[in-house]
């Protein structure tokens, strides 16, 4: 029995066979800590500062303001708590009402530490105003964290013109850019952010390795104690196979960009032209331009995203929300910060194509979706009356 075609590469992808090739090597042979002073230290202290240039030429950084963490999430709470902690005179965040849940429990957890959360409002497409993000500055703001592109809707945000918001306040700017990297240029200068969180495994990199950058001279305290590993902001052994991983990540992604950038937006844009030709009624979520070129999140009236999705599932792999906090039939957060009504909310599928999306998978699986639309309208949980 074949696999499904698989259109969840928001929620993660597989390891690029370059890629996969030099972690096997790292965890083979070549498997010394990089803070041994003999020749099998010395060797991974050495490949783990040239991944570091790696990771950091892919968005126009420095080597050594690239900190390697053990997944996104960690370098998004160092981000956020790390900042708190290097600035306990100013008691004041910005985070957007769309965030990721690990940039927005780090904010509701300084909250519960007194410290004040602004968290601006998003338009229906699912974008920040700048103009609510300069009405919720404040003397005392320490921090803006706005991601660069949404992981359920994929809508960019304006982020170089809140960076500069934020830098004319004298307040730090944060980006989760965990979504974009790979899909479209980072260039961290351009953007004007003071931190940047990557996750490898969302573009053809191991899962358990992330990074964020922090410019030069950006106050930032460890959130975790131990050696001084990672310039002291990330104690611990550091996972030279995963780090030099994601060093060929970086690479790999630089590499061959412009042609996979082309290559998703035309499956994504095929993918959408079949659904909205068959599908009277279907409803785009998100931006319809300023989006990521591989996303493409709708709304399939009249049913249950989760219930089309588990009729044709032995067809389509595919999610109804973020890989993170999908299960269960609550609304999601980013489409109720958007102003979706309950029924739209409810038939919203996430369909993301990847580097591996052929247009004879597009095919067969628009054609899937469309089926399992019509027998899920008339099954159970189906519902014609729609909505927004």
Avoid at 175 to 193: E, H, N
Avoid at 311 to 327: E, I, P, Q, T
């Amino acid at each position: 029995m074949s696999l499904p075609i698989y259109l969840d590469y928001n929620a993660t992808t597989p390891v690029a066979p370059e890629v996969a090739v030099v972690i096997r090597h790292w965890l083979e042979e070549d498997f010394g800590n990089p803070s041994s002073s003999h020749v099998y230290g010395r060797r991974a202290a050495q490949a783990v500062l040239q991944a570091r240039a790696e990771v950091a030429t892919l968005v126009g950084a420095q080597a050594e303001e690239i900190v390697f963490t053990g997944n996104a999430t960690e370098a998004n709470n160092l981000a956020m708590l790390g900042v708190a902690r290097a600035l306990p005179g100013k008691r004041h965040v910005v985070v957007s009402a769309v965030e990721h849940p690990a940039v927005m429990q780090p904010a509701l957890h300084l909250r519960e530490l007194g410290w004040d959360v602004s968290i601006v409002p998003v338009d229906g497409t699912g974008r920040v105003a700048v103009a609510a993000v300069a009405a919720a500055l404040r003397p005392d703001t320490a921090l803006v964290s706005v991601m660069l592109a949404n992981n359920e809707v994929g809508t960019l945000q304006p982020i170089a013109e809140i960076a500069a918001l934020a830098r004319a306040n004298r307040s730090l700017m944060h980006t989760d850019a965990a979504q974009a990297a790979g899909k479209l240029p980072l260039d961290v200068t351009a953007l004007g952010v003071d931190l940047l969180t990557l996750a490898f495994h969302k573009f053809y990199g191991p899962k358990g390795i992330g990074a964020l950058y922090v410019r030069r001279d950006t106050p930032l305290q460890p959130i975790l104690f131990g050696a001084g590993q990672e310039h002291g902001l990330r104690p611990g052994t550091e996972n030279v196979a995963l780090i030099v991983g994601a060093g060929a990540t970086a690479r790999l992604a630089r590499e061959r960009l412009p042609q996979v950038a082309v290559h998703l937006a035309a499956m994504r844009d095929v993918l959408q032209r079949r659904l909205t030709a068959n599908i009277p009624g279907l409803q785009l979520n998100g931006h319809p331009d300023s989006r990521l070129p591989n996303t493409l999140h709708v709304s399939f009236p009249g049913v249950s995203g989760r219930d089309l999705l588990a009729v044709c599932s032995d067809k389509v792999s595919a999610s109804v929300g973020s890989a993170c906090h999908s299960h269960g039939d609550a609304v999601s957060g980013v489409l109720a910060a958007m102003g979706c009504g309950a029924a739209r909310a409810r038939g919203a599928v996430r369909l993301s194509v990847g580097c591996d999306t052929t247009a004879e998978h597009i095919e067969t699986a628009a054609a899937a979706l469309v089926a399992a639309c019509r027998v899920a309208a008339g099954g159970p949980g189906g519902n014609a009356a729609g909505g927004t």
